[in-house]
């Protein structure tokens, strides 16, 4: 169980119950000792006076039977709240602890605090059982010679004995432990608990004893719907001795005896009550942590529920759906000009892509004309070294057809001239031989003729030589120009491939330009498909 602490601490209260004389003590010719200040919670006897929260009895006493309202009554109530409370009837042997408790049930007419705690504990429970759901467990022991026996062990042979009689009485069971945990509860180790969805006031009053502790446990789950949930757990303890200093409230009843030989017994306790008063307690509520954390959470529904009723039909609500209204319009407006926005970003896109390819386009046509430019320029080049290489082939080969005519024909006729002279001297010498057979002047006269001749020839044929050696050398010449010809023809031919290669190049680059054109015009054309697709 969880605890709670409530703001306030609190002492523990204390109440007198002054009992009369009784018959014993008259016929011993007992006197009052003990005096009680009227309309005041004042007790005096001798020379001691003492001030309590209520004192009850005597003539000048408050009523008995006002102390159960007074005293025990706010007990109870907190029972309900959760609190713990103990109620403690202190006093020597014959002092009325028993009567005062109500116990004992041998007075007839008398009902003392136990009975009329457990009347009103099941009349408020008749009252709320609608609401909430009760559980009531009860302990009864006893203390006798330090020990603590159970009184509600059902194999107690002197258990209805007890409960007619008001007196003590051992039971068969073994004696029960008193422990302390750590949080200072104390717990009866072996006590029998009873407990009670419904329980009757008559049943309780069975179990009634004096010189016992009488503890009494209230669960209490509210009753929602189909779910029960705890929320709190209170404890009663009429007359608990045992752990009276520790309890967290407590309610003290100190019974004395007017007679005067019981003063100072009478002294001793309304001491130990004074005392009792300075104890200072924390009041707790008892509460389940899940129906804490449940009640938290109700709390909240139920605030939200209640603001939310309170919001229902209120201007706010209205403003709040108006705003909604209109913060959807605004909002499908700008959905819609989000969407043409879109759209028109397309179209400049496009545009900037038009613009770019244009561009490109323009700059792939100057680039293309520029090649173009530069290799007609080239090919015009290569043409005009053609040209001029061909012009001067021609002037080489020109020379070279009217040399070589010209040698040929000089070599024709010097070979013509050679055979001639050849023939000529070849038939001197044939006269020369037919003159062997003649006179001696006519040899003598034909052979000076024929010996001028062959001067004459030899002469005509060292010209020969002559006229051949410069032809030897014109033919190096013409070896010479037949080498720079070639030469000639070489770079023409270079230059003709040269030209080829432009000419393919020029082509080419045109052919490429052509194609590249045909797929930009191509890619244009596509255009309005794809705005037209973008924006659907
Ligand atoms: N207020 C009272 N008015 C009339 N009679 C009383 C009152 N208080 C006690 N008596 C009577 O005094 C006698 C002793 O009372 P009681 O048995 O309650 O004392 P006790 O304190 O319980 O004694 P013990 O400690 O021995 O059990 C009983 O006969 C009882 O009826």
């Not at 006269?431 to 002469?459: C, F, P, T, W, Y």
Request: glycine share 6%; charged share 25%.
């Amino acid at each position: 169980m969880e605890t709670t602490p409530v703001s306030e601490d609190c002492c523990v209260k204390v109440a007198v119950h002054v009992r009369p004389l009784i018959v014993d003590e008259k016929l011993q010719g007992c006197n009052d000792c003990v005096t009680v200040s009227p309309g005041k919670p004042q007790v005096q006897i001798g020379t001691h006076s003492f001030t309590f929260d209520h004192v009850y009895g005597s003539t000048t006493g408050s009523p008995a039977s006002s102390m159960f309202d007074e005293c025990i009554v706010p007990l109870v109530n907190g029972l309900f709240q959760g609190y713990n409370a103990t109620v403690l009837a202190y006093g020597q042997t014959g002092s009325g602890k028993t009567y005062t408790m109500g116990t004992g049930f041998e007075d007839g007419c008398h009902i003392g605090i136990t009975p009329q705690v457990m009347n009103a504990l099941f009349n408020k429970i008749d009252s709320l059982k609608h609401q909430i759901q009760f559980q009531l467990h009860v302990s009864f022991i006893e203390i006798l010679k330090e020990e603590v026996h159970d009184l509600l062990d059902p194999t107690s042979p002197n258990k209805s004995d007890t409960a007619s009689t008001g007196k003590v009485h051992v039971s068969g069971k073994p004696p029960i432990q008193i422990r302390e945990s750590s949080n200072g509860v104390i717990t009866l180790a072996g006590s029998t608990e009873y407990a009670f969805v419904i329980i009757c006031y008559n049943d309780m009053c069975l179990y009634s004893r004096s010189h016992a502790i009488f503890t009494i446990t209230l669960e209490q789950m509210p009753i929602i719907g189909d779910g029960r949930v705890h929320i709190n757990k209170g404890l009663l303890a009429l007359g608990n001795v045992i752990s009276a200093l520790g309890d967290e409230k407590k309610r003290k009843e100190a019974c004395i005896s007017l007679a005067d030989i019981n003063a100072e017994e009478t002294l001793n306790t309304l001491k130990y009550a004074n005392r009792a008063r300075n104890i200072q307690n924390k009041p707790v509520v008892n509460r389940d942590p899940m129906s804490n954390e449940m009640l938290k959470m109700r709390q909240q529904l139920q605030y939200l529920q209640a603001e939310l009723c309170a919001r229902g039909g209120s201007d706010e609500v209205q403003v709040l759906k108006e705003r909604i209204a209109w913060l959807e319009a605004t909002n499908e407006d700008l959905c819609q000009k989000l969407h043409e926005y879109r759209k028109k970003c397309n179209i400049t896109e496009q545009c900037e892509i038009d613009s770019r390819n244009f561009d490109e386009e323009t700059a792939k046509e100057w680039e293309h004309k520029l090649l173009q430019n530069t290799m007609d320029k080239e090919l015009h080049e290569l043409n005009r070294r053609l040209e001029e290489k061909e012009s001067e082939m021609k002037l080489f080969g020109g020379d070279t057809v009217a040399l070589k005519q010209h040698f040929g024909k000089k070599i024709q006729e010097l070979e013509d001239e050679k055979r001639a002279v050849q023939q000529e001297r070849d038939r001197l010498l044939a006269e020369i031989e037919n003159l062997s057979a003649g006179s001696e002047g006519q040899k003598q006269r034909v052979q000076d003729i024929h010996a001028q001749k062959l001067m004459s020839l030899e002469a005509q044929i060292l010209d020969f030589k002559r006229k051949q050696e410069n032809q030897v050398q014109v033919l190096k010449l013409k070896h010479k120009s037949d080498e720079a010809t070639k030469r000639l023809q070489d770079e023409i031919q270079f230059i003709k491939a040269q030209k080829v290669q432009l000419q393919h190049r020029i082509k080419q680059e045109a052919e490429q330009f052509r194609q590249w054109k045909a797929s930009r015009e191509k890619e244009l054309l596509q255009v309005p498909c794809i705005l037209h697709s973008d924006i659907t």
